[in-house]
Protein backbone atom coordinates (compact mmCIF):
# COMPACT_ATOMS: atom_id res chain seq x y z
CA UNK A 1 0.00 0.00 0.00
CA UNK A 2 2.90 2.62 1.25
CA UNK A 3 4.60 1.68 -2.38
CA UNK A 4 1.27 2.41 -4.41
CA UNK A 5 0.66 5.85 -2.41
CA UNK A 6 4.83 6.72 -3.41
CA UNK A 7 3.27 5.88 -6.87
CA UNK A 8 0.52 7.56 -7.26
CA UNK A 9 1.96 10.79 -5.03
CA UNK A 10 4.84 11.10 -7.95
CA UNK A 11 2.09 10.72 -10.77
CA UNK A 12 0.14 13.42 -9.13
CA UNK A 13 3.33 15.51 -8.71
CA UNK A 14 4.56 14.96 -12.01
CA UNK A 15 0.91 15.49 -14.04
CA UNK A 16 1.17 19.36 -11.49
CA UNK A 17 4.88 19.69 -13.22
CA UNK A 18 3.48 19.00 -16.82
CA UNK A 19 0.27 21.39 -16.05
CA UNK A 20 2.56 24.11 -14.42
CA UNK A 21 4.98 24.02 -17.08
CA UNK A 22 2.11 24.29 -19.65
CA UNK A 23 0.58 27.43 -18.08
CA UNK A 24 4.27 29.06 -17.44
CA UNK A 25 5.48 28.85 -20.90
CA UNK A 26 1.86 29.36 -22.74
CA UNK A 27 1.64 32.88 -20.36
CA UNK A 28 5.74 33.20 -21.25
CA UNK A 29 4.80 32.93 -25.24
CA UNK A 30 1.82 35.22 -25.03
CA UNK A 31 3.89 37.70 -23.31
CA UNK A 32 6.76 37.20 -25.93
CA UNK A 33 4.36 37.48 -28.76
CA UNK A 34 2.86 41.06 -27.71
CA UNK A 35 6.23 42.08 -27.15
CA UNK A 36 6.39 41.41 -30.88
CA UNK A 37 3.58 42.55 -32.37
CA UNK A 38 4.74 46.53 -32.36
CA UNK A 39 7.73 45.43 -33.83
CA UNK A 40 5.68 43.75 -36.58
CA UNK A 41 3.57 46.76 -37.46
CA UNK A 42 7.12 49.07 -37.61
CA UNK A 43 8.36 46.09 -40.14
CA UNK A 44 4.76 46.48 -42.19
CA UNK A 45 5.11 50.00 -41.91
CA UNK A 46 8.36 50.54 -43.47
CA UNK A 47 7.15 48.38 -46.40
CA UNK A 48 3.59 50.60 -46.98
CA UNK A 49 3.08 53.77 -48.82
CA UNK A 50 2.63 57.25 -47.22
CA UNK A 51 -0.85 57.42 -48.43
CA UNK A 52 -1.80 53.77 -47.13
CA UNK A 53 -0.22 54.61 -43.60
CA UNK A 54 -2.08 57.80 -43.98
CA UNK A 55 -5.46 56.77 -44.87
CA UNK A 56 -5.71 53.49 -42.81
CA UNK A 57 -3.25 53.58 -40.02
CA UNK A 58 -1.30 51.30 -38.76
CA UNK A 59 -1.04 47.24 -39.65
CA UNK A 60 0.92 43.90 -39.01
CA UNK A 61 0.95 43.67 -42.80
CA UNK A 62 2.21 45.97 -45.46
CA UNK A 63 -0.08 47.84 -47.32
CA UNK A 64 -0.06 48.97 -50.63
CA UNK A 65 4.15 47.27 -50.87
CA UNK A 66 6.26 50.34 -51.17
CA UNK A 67 10.53 50.84 -51.14
CA UNK A 68 9.88 54.80 -51.48
CA UNK A 69 10.96 55.00 -47.37
CA UNK A 70 14.29 53.05 -47.62
CA UNK A 71 14.88 54.54 -51.32
CA UNK A 72 14.83 58.07 -49.34
CA UNK A 73 16.66 56.55 -46.66
CA UNK A 74 19.93 55.15 -49.01
CA UNK A 75 19.18 58.18 -51.46
CA UNK A 76 23.51 58.78 -50.28
CA UNK A 77 24.34 55.49 -49.61
CA UNK A 78 28.01 56.60 -48.92
CA UNK A 79 26.64 58.97 -46.35
CA UNK A 80 25.08 56.41 -44.61
CA UNK A 81 27.64 53.84 -44.83
CA UNK A 82 29.89 56.34 -43.16
CA UNK A 83 27.40 57.30 -40.55
CA UNK A 84 27.13 53.59 -39.48
CA UNK A 85 31.11 53.43 -39.90
CA UNK A 86 31.09 56.19 -37.07
CA UNK A 87 28.47 54.27 -34.71
CA UNK A 88 30.06 50.86 -34.94
CA UNK A 89 33.94 52.32 -34.45
CA UNK A 90 32.59 54.41 -31.58
CA UNK A 91 30.36 51.57 -30.12
CA UNK A 92 33.12 49.03 -29.82
CA UNK A 93 35.96 51.17 -28.67
CA UNK A 94 33.64 52.77 -26.36
CA UNK A 95 32.62 49.73 -24.87
CA UNK A 96 35.98 48.25 -24.71
CA UNK A 97 37.21 50.77 -22.64
CA UNK A 98 33.97 51.26 -21.05
CA UNK A 99 34.54 47.94 -19.38
CA UNK A 100 37.73 48.38 -18.78
CA UNK A 101 37.47 51.44 -16.52
CA UNK A 102 34.71 49.67 -14.98
CA UNK A 103 35.98 46.69 -14.19
CA UNK A 104 38.80 47.74 -12.89
CA UNK A 105 37.38 50.88 -10.41
CA UNK A 106 34.44 47.70 -9.54
CA UNK A 107 37.45 45.41 -8.21
CA UNK A 108 39.25 47.93 -6.84
CA UNK A 109 36.00 49.08 -4.61
CA UNK A 110 34.96 45.65 -3.94
CA UNK A 111 38.24 44.32 -1.78
CA UNK A 112 37.54 44.48 1.68
CA UNK A 113 41.13 45.71 2.48
CA UNK A 114 41.15 48.95 0.52
CA UNK A 115 41.44 51.52 3.09
CA UNK A 116 39.03 54.16 1.22
CA UNK A 117 36.51 51.77 -0.43
CA UNK A 118 33.65 53.53 1.27
CA UNK A 119 34.67 56.88 0.53
CA UNK A 120 35.09 56.35 -3.06
CA UNK A 121 32.08 54.24 -3.03
CA UNK A 122 30.03 57.72 -1.75
CA UNK A 123 32.07 59.93 -4.39
CA UNK A 124 30.34 57.66 -6.75
CA UNK A 125 26.64 57.60 -5.55
CA UNK A 126 26.72 61.51 -4.96
CA UNK A 127 27.17 62.16 -8.27
CA UNK A 128 24.03 59.68 -9.03
CA UNK A 129 22.34 62.95 -7.14
CA UNK A 130 23.93 65.56 -8.41
CA UNK A 131 25.29 66.93 -11.38
CA UNK A 132 26.93 70.37 -12.97
CA UNK A 133 23.92 70.30 -15.60
CA UNK A 134 23.63 70.93 -18.88
CA UNK A 135 25.28 74.63 -18.65
CA UNK A 136 28.38 73.71 -16.94
CA UNK A 137 28.88 70.09 -19.06
CA UNK A 138 28.60 72.39 -22.75
CA UNK A 139 31.45 74.98 -21.55
CA UNK A 140 33.57 72.25 -20.21
CA UNK A 141 33.39 70.26 -23.43
CA UNK A 142 33.78 73.25 -25.62
CA UNK A 143 35.54 75.65 -23.83
CA UNK A 144 38.13 74.01 -21.37
CA UNK A 145 38.55 70.65 -23.23
CA UNK A 146 38.34 72.23 -27.15
CA UNK A 147 36.03 68.90 -27.79
CA UNK A 148 33.63 70.61 -30.49
CA UNK A 149 33.68 69.18 -34.03
CA UNK A 150 35.75 66.08 -31.85
CA UNK A 151 35.33 62.51 -31.87
CA UNK A 152 36.17 62.53 -27.92
CA UNK A 153 33.02 64.13 -27.33
CA UNK A 154 31.24 61.26 -28.35
CA UNK A 155 33.28 58.84 -26.80
CA UNK A 156 34.42 60.42 -23.15
CA UNK A 157 30.35 61.07 -21.96
CA UNK A 158 29.28 57.37 -21.78
CA UNK A 159 32.51 55.62 -21.22
CA UNK A 160 31.60 55.46 -17.32
CA UNK A 161 28.30 54.85 -15.74
CA UNK A 162 27.73 54.27 -11.98
CA UNK A 163 24.83 52.20 -12.35
CA UNK A 164 27.20 49.76 -14.46
CA UNK A 165 29.62 49.69 -11.88
CA UNK A 166 27.48 49.09 -9.21
CA UNK A 167 26.15 46.06 -11.04
CA UNK A 168 30.06 44.70 -12.10
CA UNK A 169 30.74 45.18 -8.09
CA UNK A 170 27.97 43.29 -6.95
CA UNK A 171 29.15 40.60 -9.44
CA UNK A 172 32.47 40.87 -8.44
CA UNK A 173 31.93 40.68 -4.59
CA UNK A 174 30.07 37.22 -5.42
CA UNK A 175 33.58 35.71 -5.89
CA UNK A 176 35.11 34.17 -3.13
CA UNK A 177 37.93 35.88 -1.33
CA UNK A 178 40.02 32.47 -0.72
CA UNK A 179 40.70 32.64 -4.42
CA UNK A 180 42.36 36.12 -4.73
CA UNK A 181 43.81 34.95 -1.37
CA UNK A 182 45.39 31.55 -2.90
CA UNK A 183 46.60 33.71 -6.02
CA UNK A 184 48.35 36.60 -3.68
CA UNK A 185 50.04 33.17 -1.97
CA UNK A 186 50.78 31.94 -5.76
CA UNK A 187 52.87 35.51 -6.30
CA UNK A 188 50.26 37.05 -8.30
CA UNK A 189 49.68 40.86 -8.43
CA UNK A 190 46.71 42.99 -8.58
CA UNK A 191 46.71 43.08 -12.08
CA UNK A 192 47.30 39.60 -13.08
CA UNK A 193 45.01 38.74 -10.73
CA UNK A 194 41.59 40.62 -12.16
CA UNK A 195 42.99 39.46 -15.80
CA UNK A 196 43.82 35.79 -14.82
CA UNK A 197 41.62 35.11 -11.83
CA UNK A 198 38.60 37.83 -11.81
CA UNK A 199 37.88 38.12 -15.19
CA UNK A 200 37.12 34.60 -16.24
CA UNK A 201 34.94 34.15 -13.62
CA UNK A 202 32.76 37.37 -14.39
CA UNK A 203 31.72 36.67 -17.80
CA UNK A 204 28.04 36.91 -17.34
CA UNK A 205 29.00 40.58 -15.99
CA UNK A 206 31.08 41.71 -18.32
CA UNK A 207 28.51 40.86 -21.16
CA UNK A 208 25.85 42.66 -19.04
CA UNK A 209 27.32 45.50 -18.80
CA UNK A 210 28.56 45.46 -21.95
CA UNK A 211 25.46 45.51 -23.54
CA UNK A 212 24.56 48.46 -21.89
CA UNK A 213 27.16 50.44 -22.83
CA UNK A 214 27.04 49.57 -26.62
CA UNK A 215 23.29 50.49 -26.63
CA UNK A 216 23.91 53.76 -24.71
CA UNK A 217 26.65 54.43 -27.24
CA UNK A 218 24.44 53.13 -30.32
CA UNK A 219 21.91 55.32 -29.20
CA UNK A 220 23.38 57.97 -28.74
CA UNK A 221 22.58 61.28 -30.72
CA UNK A 222 22.07 64.07 -28.30
CA UNK A 223 25.77 64.38 -27.72
CA UNK A 224 26.45 64.44 -31.47
CA UNK A 225 23.42 67.53 -31.26
CA UNK A 226 25.73 69.49 -28.75
CA UNK A 227 29.18 69.35 -30.38
CA UNK A 228 29.25 67.73 -33.40
CA UNK A 229 29.06 70.66 -36.29
CA UNK A 230 30.37 68.58 -39.42
CA UNK A 231 27.83 66.36 -41.20
CA UNK A 232 30.83 63.93 -42.15
CA UNK A 233 31.09 62.98 -38.41
CA UNK A 234 27.48 62.62 -37.78
CA UNK A 235 26.72 59.28 -35.77
CA UNK A 236 24.35 57.19 -37.55
CA UNK A 237 21.21 58.46 -34.92
CA UNK A 238 21.63 61.47 -35.43
CA UNK A 239 22.23 61.47 -39.06
CA UNK A 240 19.10 59.83 -39.35
CA UNK A 241 17.10 62.33 -36.95
CA UNK A 242 18.37 65.21 -39.29
CA UNK A 243 17.10 63.21 -42.24
CA UNK A 244 13.47 63.39 -40.71
CA UNK A 245 14.14 66.54 -39.29
CA UNK A 246 14.66 67.65 -42.65
CA UNK A 247 11.63 66.54 -44.45
CA UNK A 248 9.65 66.99 -42.00
CA UNK A 249 11.01 71.35 -42.60
CA UNK A 250 10.37 71.01 -46.15
CA UNK A 251 7.05 69.76 -45.79
CA UNK A 252 6.20 72.39 -43.50
CA UNK A 253 7.62 74.95 -45.74
CA UNK A 254 5.56 73.94 -48.69
CA UNK A 255 2.37 74.22 -46.70
CA UNK A 256 3.44 77.97 -45.22
CA UNK A 257 4.26 78.69 -49.25
CA UNK A 258 0.38 77.87 -50.33
CA UNK A 259 1.82 75.38 -52.89
CA UNK A 260 -0.84 73.69 -55.05
CA UNK A 261 -2.29 70.41 -53.17
CA UNK A 262 -1.96 68.10 -56.12
CA UNK A 263 1.74 69.15 -56.46
CA UNK A 264 2.56 68.46 -52.57
CA UNK A 265 0.45 64.64 -52.94
CA UNK A 266 2.63 63.79 -56.22
CA UNK A 267 5.84 64.58 -54.38
CA UNK A 268 4.30 61.97 -51.43
CA UNK A 269 7.54 62.51 -49.21
CA UNK A 270 7.01 59.82 -46.86
CA UNK A 271 7.18 60.55 -43.05
CA UNK A 272 5.50 58.04 -40.76
CA UNK A 273 7.05 55.43 -43.03
CA UNK A 274 10.32 56.63 -43.34
CA UNK A 275 10.15 57.10 -38.84
CA UNK A 276 9.70 53.42 -39.45
CA UNK A 277 12.29 52.63 -41.86
CA UNK A 278 14.51 54.32 -39.72
CA UNK A 279 13.88 52.14 -36.73
CA UNK A 280 14.57 48.46 -39.10
CA UNK A 281 18.07 50.28 -40.09
CA UNK A 282 19.01 51.29 -36.68
CA UNK A 283 17.93 48.04 -34.75
CA UNK A 284 18.52 45.44 -36.91
CA UNK A 285 22.30 45.41 -35.49
CA UNK A 286 21.36 45.60 -32.05
CA UNK A 287 18.64 42.79 -32.43
CA UNK A 288 20.95 40.63 -34.21
CA UNK A 289 24.18 41.36 -30.89
CA UNK A 290 21.55 39.98 -28.50
CA UNK A 291 21.07 36.87 -28.78
CA UNK A 292 24.99 35.98 -28.39
CA UNK A 293 24.67 38.06 -24.97
CA UNK A 294 21.43 36.89 -23.83
CA UNK A 295 22.23 33.76 -21.52
CA UNK A 296 24.83 35.89 -19.71
CA UNK A 297 22.48 38.70 -19.67
CA UNK A 298 19.87 37.12 -17.08
CA UNK A 299 22.39 35.87 -14.99
CA UNK A 300 24.63 39.52 -14.91
CA UNK A 301 21.22 40.79 -14.20
CA UNK A 302 19.63 38.81 -11.23
CA UNK A 303 23.54 38.35 -9.70
CA UNK A 304 23.81 42.41 -9.71
CA UNK A 305 20.26 43.03 -8.77
CA UNK A 306 20.43 40.79 -5.37
CA UNK A 307 24.00 40.95 -4.03
CA UNK A 308 24.34 43.85 -1.65
Request: hydrophobic share 50%; charged share 15%.
Amino acid sequence: MAKEATHLGKVKRGKDVVALNIIAYGFSGLIALLCLIPFLMILAGSFSSESAITANGFSLLPQDLSLEAYKTVFKEPIVVLRAYATTIVLTAVGTAIGLLIQTMTAYVLSRKDFEWRNKFSFFFYFTTLFSGGLVPTFILYTQTLKLQDNYLALLLPLVFSVYNLLVMKSYISSIPDSLVESARIDGCGEVRTLFQIVLPLIQPALATVGLFIALAYWNDWYNAMLYIKAEEKYPLQYFLYQQVNNIESYKKLISNNAVNSAVVSSMSLPTQTLKMALTIVVTGPIILAFPMVQKYFVQGITIGAVKG
